[in-house]
């Protein structure tokens, strides 16, 4: 059985796999976040924040200025 992944490692990990520094920071500030768990509480600023620390703290790409996680409810 493989070990759970946390979402925002799953995301950075999507993020710094991509070859291209420019295609990496628009990655970076477009994640759309839809679902049942997108109603969690915070769940878009915690996102933000914990994406940002992995993808500085992974000393790959000194590019990414930002995060922007946006939410969409349907």
Do not use: H
Request: proline fraction near 1%; include cysteine; hydrophobic fraction near 45%.
């Amino acid at each position: 059985m493989e070990e759970a992944i946390d979402i925002d490692e799953l995301v950075c990990q999507s993020i710094c796999a991509v070859e291209s520094p420019e295609l990496r920071k628009r990655l970076a500030s477009n994640i759309i976040l839809v679902g049942g768990v997108a109603k969690t509480d915070r769940i878009v600023e915690w996102l933000e924040d914990s994406i940002f620390d992995r993808i500085r703290g992974s000393e790959f790409d000194e590019t990414i200025e930002c995060v922007e996680v946006i939410l969409v409810n349907l």
